[in-house]
Each structure stands twice: as structure tokens, then as C-alpha cells.
T-cell receptor
Framework: RKEVEQDPGPFNVPEGATVAFNCTYSNSASQSFFWYRQDCRKEPKLLMSVYSSGNEDGRFTAQLNRASQYISLLIRDSKLSDSATYLCVVRLFTGGGNKLTFGTGTQLKVEL | DVKVTQSSRYLVKRTGEKVFLECVQDMDHENMFWYRQDPGLGLRLIYFSYDVKMKEKGDIPEGYSVSREKKERFSLILESASTNQTSMYLC????????????FGSGTQLSVL
């Protein structure tokens, strides 16, 4: 089983729709979780951290379910500019230090 | 704004060549990382460094080496380039501890022919 798994998509949604992605992780000792956004042919950029109690940043809501070992990202009122690939990142502290594992990403296409 | 600069956006090399990829960051970050990104495989860590002259292997170090002589600069070296090293290479940096906030360079698309 992969350490971090995401549905690659693409998720094609109309402008204004609400869309949600999940990301599952295999190591229950994972400590921190993040969502990154990567535009086509660009570098990844941190979108938001995921806190245990869930957190919002404008139209974006991130949630963590430790019992089922997944995190989610909800985007409300989708904009054309939200079209990108969303990468899930999991941090695990090991003997060698912090290890960040990236998912392969979920592609979102927002259409008119 | 943090800036992580990679020396080349596109690079074409021949099999067997020695290849140097350079990365410079301007935020005095202790940690620097080299990843490669391939379709369907995501980002995979090649090497990272948490201090000058220090280096640690990531998940896929074979065929690569690194150099960090100055805090702001982290170089990735392909000793003898092979076609399976054709990929997008991304450099990143962060403060200590790295937590989850990495700042990435814009990437180098390397093609090995």
C-alpha cells in the first residue's frame, strides 16, 4: 500500500460548484498534514495546513480523520483559477528527522 | 518573498554526461531538498541537507550525489546521466524544523538522450 494515496482525477466541475478530494495515508503515526497546489508546469506551493479540528481559509476547508486515516479538502464556489493539481503531504517524524511524503496529486478542472 | 532559484528551466544532456543542477535560496534556510517529479509517481525525495556540508539520502539517491558548500546553495549531481533520469527536478528549502512548509524553485526539466 502506498504511504499516501490520492485519486488522480481529473475532477471536471462547473464554475460555482463545490468539490471535495480525499487523501489516505498508511502510517498511523503521521503527525502533520498539508495541502499543496501545483499549477500546470509550475512548482508546488503550500495551500494550507490541516489541523486536527479542521480549518477553513476562505472557500477552502481542510479536515483530518485520524481514525480512518484520511484528510480532505473541500472547495466551495469553485473558480476557473482553482484549476490545478492538489497534492496531499504527510509529515512523519522518524529517527532520521522529519519525513515529508507527497501524494501524486488530484487534478481539478473548473469549467465555464 | 522567499526565492528559490534553479539555474536552468530546461536542460538536454547526453547519456553518460556529468550533469550539475544548481539551486540557490535567499532566505537563510537551514534545510534544502532535491526532488524529482514524474507522472503517476509524484514527488520523490532524492537528497536533503540540514546544514552546510551535511547531506542525507532520501528515497531514491542512486545515481545522484549532492554538494552543499554554502548555506544558500545546494547542488545536485548526476555522475553519469542515464535516460531514466529524464525528469522534472525540483529544489526546495525550509526553516528548521521543516514542518510542512517547503518553498520550491520553478524546476528544471532535464532530458537525457
Amino acid at each position: 500500500r502506498k504511504e499516501v494515496e490520492q485519486d488522480p482525477g481529473p475532477f471536471n466541475v462547473p464554475e460555482g460548484a463545490t468539490v471535495a478530494f480525499n487523501c489516505t495515508y498508511s502510517n498511523s503515526a503521521s503527525q502533520s498534514f498539508f495541502w499543496y497546489r501545483q499549477d500546470c508546469r509550475k512548482e508546488p506551493k503550500l495551500l494550507m495546513s490541516v489541523y486536527s479540528s479542521g480549518n477553513e481559509d476562505g472557500r477552502f476547508t481542510a479536515q483530518l480523520n485520524r481514525a480512518s486515516q484520511y484528510i480532505s479538502l473541500l472547495i466551495r464556489d469553485s473558480k476557473l483559477s482553482d484549476s490545478a493539481t492538489y497534492l496531499c503531504v504527510v509529515r512523519l517524524f522518524t529517527g532520521g528527522g522529519n519525513k515529508l511524503t507527497f501524494g501524486t496529486g488530484t487534478q481539478l478542472k473548473v469549467e465555464l | 518573498d522567499v526565492k528559490v532559484t534553479q539555474s536552468s528551466r530546461y536542460l538536454v544532456k547526453r547519456t553518460g554526461e556529468k550533469v550539475f543542477l544548481e539551486c540557490v535560496q535567499d532566505m537563510d534556510h537551514e534545510n534544502m531538498f532535491w526532488y524529482r517529479q514524474d507522472p503517476g509517481l509524484g514527488l520523490r525525495l532524492i537528497y536533503f541537507s540540514y546544514d552546510v556540508k551535511m547531506k542525507e539520502k532520501g528515497d531514491i539517491p542512486e545515481g545522484y550525489s549532492v554538494s552543499r558548500e554554502k548555506k544558500e546553495r545546494f547542488s545536485l549531481i548526476l555522475e553519469s546521466a542515464s535516460t531514466n533520469q529524464t525528469s522534472m527536478y525540483l529544489c526546495a528549502s525550509s526553516f528548521t524544523p521543516p514542518e510542512g512548509k517547503l518553498f520550491f524553485g520553478s524546476g528544471t526539466q532535464l532530458s537525457v538522450l
